[in-house]
């Protein structure tokens, strides 16, 4: 029966961020914004890609998923994440997300082995190791306080350090940017990630994850949709993600 009423409350508040996304949020007209003191031409490299080179040809239904995820943000996602951070006490929140940085790592592990990169597969390793024993099971980050590095690597990065190119760019509903090989990409990454899970976390831990994971990944994310300060902020954070994920597999 509460199983029921959680999932009805769960679509109705769906029905309502769905319902609210018939608007957009009142944007002031571009001549309405001042002139950037620091314009992309005085602080890019020469040779930059142009914001007008990502290839988008989902642009207007990209533009709707991002309208989505803004009213989703506003209505839901944002408020439960305040909930979050006021019941939970700073030091719990620090080392729940250590928890979950943990088991990045070991993806990052994984992926640095498809690479055949050994040193970040060694450093990643590493980390889990340290943090798995010495930081009490991933509560406590030790191995940023002895210096290891840590090498984010996912499955995109991977198909991207293979000759994949990203495809073109995708607004994922909830997730926010990426494109068609990332978004591919999320898949092998979540099926490891549930593996491994499933063989080092008892059920009830592995169900609290589940639902703590996104609240903590929001938590410390410090994007907010519309406060960018642009009049052109699909086209700026497309163009960032984009150039972000090529340096990402350049490196």
Known sequence: MMLQRVGRALIAALILTLAACASYP??????????PIFPAKRILPPGHDDQMSVYDPWEGMNKHIYNFNYHFDK??????VQGYETVVPDFARTGIHNFFKNFDDMLSAVNSLLQLAPTKAAQSTGRVLVNSTVGLFGLLDV?????????????GQTMGRWGVGQGPYLVLP???PSNLRDGIGKLPDFYVRSMIQDEVLSDDVRIATTVAWPVDTR????????????????????????????????Q
């Open 26 to 35: 009142p944007q002031k007209p571009a001549s309405d914004y001042p002139e």
């Open 75 to 80: 209505a839901i996602f944002l408020p439960v």
């Open 143 to 155: 191995a940023s306080l002895w210096g290891i590095p840590r090498p984010m690597e996912d499955f």
């Open 174 to 176: 909830f997730l926010g």
């Open 219 to 250: 938590a410390n994310t410090s994007f907010r949709y519309y406060e960018t300060g642009s009049a052109f902020e699909y086209r700026m954070v497309r163009w960032l993600y984009s150039t972000k994920r090529r340096l990402d597999v350049e």
